[in-house]
């Protein structure tokens, strides 16, 4: 509706995305709200985000005559995904804006890097060390003892790329297990639950963090999130604080989501891991908040204020994984639940084919 | 996600759209969360809508040829407007499903015919008599008096196609001024404000009506809607039971609004007329109520279950026409203010550029 002067885009600039799953999705689908139109790059043809975006390209992220086009076409650049391959954000970052930037990119993608950056800020973690080969894993786990958790220090996602080390597990083996890549070994913390903070720092450094919420997974996926989490006022103000943080160290421009473990009855938490995108545990807000995550991200990638992030109730969110889809029509039919679909074609089991959302209002 | 079964449709399903406005876009954008796909069917090459669907056809609606490749393409046709060529609706609903259906345009599109069957319902309407030449004119004020209102039988809205017959007016003059076109006069009636009630019949038959809402009009487009409307309990249940009669009459499947004239404080209300489609006085359910219109929309004509439609607070809707759109930062900037942009590239006067919805939560 006029020219997007410098960093801030006016409604009309095209938000280009990379990946084209139900996070691309859910971004396209809050940037139309805005006005703003969306173009998805991502490798599959069949990407459900495509449904819902003016533009997309069929294209891998190493091609850099597509991903120079689609620079051009766009006003600024954002992904679903932590994974974008660093050369890509960097030829991306040369051609237009790329929120959120490089440096979140390259923080979080590598284990070893994440967990020394936030320890850096001086936040709590689990004790960590690095793993380059099997003497350096044998060095970690008399260090930290047993139990403890091997982990790849890249491309891990829902418990994949990671192994236990038991009191009677074998070294060789579990070295084996995750492939002999670089890794980190990650001493036991006796958490009670998980919960994350996910919020959005501003093109203008504000800072505006949902509600803590609290994450039941179930064979190492997502399958609930509840707000408010259980924990102390103390504890809460800690994990809100840490995120803001990060986010500031970051520079963070966008939504993001940081990953802890809650320890004793809630007084206390440690940071586990940052998502550097929109996050599935904060899919409550599309109902249970004033603005939810999606269109927060927008806001905030296009140089706009970002909205409240007030809570509206007491939340919970259900993911639907694989053929727990087929319940729609039950699902539609319950009062009170907000059913959301991503339209992918196959059901297949793991697969995250939706989520509802149920939001109770609290009484003032 | 499973192959649809007679009339109702699943998840994956292709939903036809006729029209490209922002009707058709926040139907698209509602149909996605269920995970249903929108093909927008649009004379014009930049229509709103494309942006957000799946698949899009620039085509005149007597072109045959491109309408039976779109029935072919989708599993049920719906439209958002209800001036669809009646050859046009024929010629899709012998294909495929048209909700709603024929017999529904059929009645809203001629004044006539509309206050012809309301009233035959037994609801109150305003007095009217057709009017096909001078001569009838010359009769129908003779009957109903002045002031009153001539108004084509076709094609009118926004105040387009009406001419007021005032003590001093030549009805000569009148009746040229809506181009000798069919015509019906309405008797004058003293109405306080406007009022319209939004309501959903889904394919089983059921019925679920969104709070009666309150218009204000400015040079006769629809400025600012508030719910809940001021009137009795009484005529409060007059005006969701006359929507209720109408949409049982019409056998009616989606959603549409009843516009209403009140009279005295709102003691009564007396039927203005029907539109066969989602409509802007329902914009506030975005944000207002648990369902929002467009959802019920898309939930009725695939066969879903109707969602609830219970308002979450008192709600105003505030349109954004022409370059009221251009306060877009300051209303993102402004707290509780939920900001829609229709992504229609260029500023015009008269144009709706988007709304802003407003929700004070009640206390219990």
């Known amino acids: 509706m006029s020219t997007p002067v410098s960093q801030g885009l006016a409604p009309g600039a095209m938000l280009g995305i990379l990946g084209g799953g139900q996070l691309a999705r859910m971004l396209a689908l809050a940037a139309a709200d805005l006005g703003i139109r969306a173009h998805v790059f991502a490798p599959e043809a069949d990407s459900p985000a495509f449904d819902v975006a003016a533009r997309h390209t069929v294209g891998e992220y190493e091609d850099e005559a597509a991903l120079a086009r689609f620079a051009d076409a766009v006003d600024v650049v954002t992904y679903e995904f932590e994974n974008v391959p660093a050369a890509t954000a960097a030829f991306l970052a040369a051609r237009t804006q790329l929120h959120p930037g490089a440096r979140a990119l390259a923080v979080t993608q590598d284990r070893l890097s994440e967990k020394t950056f936030v320890s850096g800020l001086g936040l709590a973690v689990a004790p960590f060390r ?3 080969s099997l003497v350096d894993l044998e060095t970690a786990v008399a260090a930290l003892g047993r139990p403890s958790i091997l982990k790849t220090r890249r491309f891990g996602y829902d418990g994949k790329g990671q192994v236990k080390i038991a009191p009677g597990s074998d070294l060789a083996e579990a070295y084996e297990a995750i492939g002999h890549f670089p890794a980190i070994l990650e001493g036991f913390v006796p958490f009670s639950r998980e919960v994350s903070v996910v919020a959005a720092r501003g093109a203008d450094g504000a800072y505006a963090a949902f509600d803590v919420c609290e994450n039941e997974h179930r064979d190492h996926i997502l399958a609930f999130t509840r707000v408010p989490a259980r924990l102390t006022p103390g504890a809460t103000r800690t994990a809100i604080e840490a995120a803001h943080r990060i986010g500031d160290a970051l520079g963070y421009i966008g939504v ?8 004793g009855d809630g007084e206390s938490v440690i940071v586990n891991e940052i998502a550097p995108r929109v996050h599935n545990s904060g899919h409550w807000t599309s109902e249970g908040a004033e603005t939810s995550q999606f269109h927060q991200h927008v806001r905030a990638v296009c140089g706009f204020p970002l909205g409240s992030a007030a809570r509206r109730g007491r939340v919970e969110m259900e993911n639907l994984i694989g053929d727990a ?13 907000h059913l959301h679909l991503y339209g992918k074609r196959d059901v297949r089991a793991g697969r995250k084919m ?4 149920r939001v109770v209002p609290e009484k003032n």
Do not use: N, S
């Open 325 to 337: 889809a087929l319940r729609w029509r039950q699902l539609l039919a319950e009062p009170g639940a």
């Open 130 to 132: 690095p793993v380059d």
């Open 354 to 357: 939706g989520h509802v959302t």
């Open 256 to 263: 993001f989501a940081v990953e802890m473990f809650v320890i």
